[in-house]
């Protein structure tokens, strides 16, 4: 394939169909000179993009494809528009590949970046970013690059640097009520991961209070307010599967009890997330929130056993227990069945409404599998009795001697 770049002096040069912008030229010249004086020209300057001209193959033949700064540029924004991302980062990296120095290229990394935020390529995404603030001259074209950079960062597992970027952005003298609750939503989230969980939930704490500053309290449908409560479920869910039940019986107790007060407030703030009725977000909460007595069930039942049980003793304790347990699992599914219901209601279709009719699924399962167990092992006070001879005493009754 060959390529030729033709410049602005080279296209005067060239037999039509450039001609229409030669005409062009003398048009503008002849009337800048006046009709009292033609002696006198004026020379006038196109400012045009540079062309690129290629020799392809195409069913056989040879054709010449052309390209232009600018139609990629629309092309790659159309592509985006449309969800069509591979296309949007096609058209975007042609741009920057065959025309580096265009006016468009700068923004051409700044929206390729985009389209690999969306096409979940983060750590594509995050290199663009980086580079975007290292171009741009303008406050507000580097707080743009900064927030998307550290987004990708986050969603690309880099925690430390996330959090020392919002550190920078959170001292910004300028940045707004929305920009704040975000940078700490995000510096929470970083946080989160890193096991910082203390710092993380102040941060989640932060972005709710700028959020209902800006709003004076009205936060429905806000997306930074629900995310920021499904974050809090999220931690303390968190919080809660990390406390293991094991023995003695008062270490358990006390276990139990710690576990209980992390499931209540992850709880909360999943119920919190569903209440600012954010499409999303609501859905998200649905699955989190039946996911957390799943959870807290798989939890309690993988509790240490006594060491003094028997396999048949331990057997029917799992059964029993099971059993006591049952209404945490049909409480999981009623919220799965809700949460499904609910995304039908909004016409909301997304990851979380799969995801959760793939647990409802595994749930029904389960509950199934549990009674056909203990349907088998019946209840321990019914138990038979094992078949075979009955085994002879040693004793045996004597005779007298004189017989």
């Known amino acids: 394939m060959k390529s030729l770049e ?23 010249c002849f009337s800048a000179c006046g009709s009292r004086n033609l002696t006198q020209k004026k020379s006038v300057v196109l400012e045009m993009e540079p062309v690129v001209l290629e020799v392809a193959e195409k069913d056989g033949r040879k054709v010449v494809v052309t390209y232009d700064a600018q139609s990629l540029f629309e092309s790659g924004k159309a592509a985006y528009k449309t969800g069509k991302f591979a296309q949007c980062i096609e058209d975007y990296t042609q741009l920057l590949a065959r025309f580096p120095a265009s006016r468009y290229s700068t923004v051409a990394v700044y929206n390729r970046g985009l389209c690999l935020e969306e096409d979940r390529q983060f750590g594509l995404a995050v290199r663009d ?42 001292n910004h003298p300028t940045i707004g009520e929305f920009d704040r609750a975000e940078a700490h939503l995000r510096r929470g989230i970083a946080r989160m991961a890193l ?35 499904y974050r809090r479920g999220e931690l303390f869910g968190i919080l809660s599967s990390n406390v293991k039940l ?9 276990d139990l009890d710690s576990k209980i007060r992390f499931f209540r407030r992850a709880q909360s703030g999943f119920v919190d997330a569903l209440n600012v009725r954010s499409p999303y977000w609501a859905t998200a909460a649905g699955l989190k929130l039946g996911e957390l007595y799943e959870r807290f069930y798989d ?25 006591q347990l049952q209404p945490v699992l049909t409480h999981s599914i009623s919220i799965y069945e809700r949460n499904i219901a609910m995304g ?48 002879k005493k040693r004793s045996r009754i004597k005779k007298p001697e004189s017989a």
Request: aromatic share 10%.
């Open 6 to 28: 033709l410049s602005k002096n080279q296209m005067t040069n060239l037999n039509p169909p450039f001609w229409p912008f030669c005409l062009l030229t003398f048009l503008l």
């Open 299 to 323: 939890d309690v039942i993988s509790a240490e056993v006594p060491k003094g049980f028997d396999l048949s003793t331990r057997q029917y304790y799992l059964l029993e227990l099971k059993a």
């Open 246 to 254: 094991k023995l003695p019986l008062k270490s358990m107790k006390s």
């Open 129 to 170: 970013f980086r580079t975007y603030t290292g171009l741009v001259k303008t406050d507000s074209d580097l707080l743009d690059g900064r927030f998307r950079w550290g987004f990708n960062l986050v969603e690309s597992g880099n925690y430390p640097l996330a959090v020392r970027l919002y550190d920078q952005l959170l």
């Open 195 to 229: 096991r910082q969980y203390a710092e993380a939930e102040k941060d989640f704490r932060s972005t709710l209070k700028w959020v209902e500053q800006k709003t004076q309290g009205q936060i429905q449908g806000n997306d930074l307010a629900a995310e920021s409560h």
């Open 344 to 391: 039908l209601r909004l016409g909301t279709d997304n990851e979380w409404l799969k995801e959760t009719e793939q647990r409802l699924n595994k749930l029904r399962a389960l509950i199934e599998e549990n009674k056909k167990a203990a349907d088998e092992m019946g209840p321990l006070d019914s138990k038979k009795k094992p078949k075979g001879k009955r085994p």
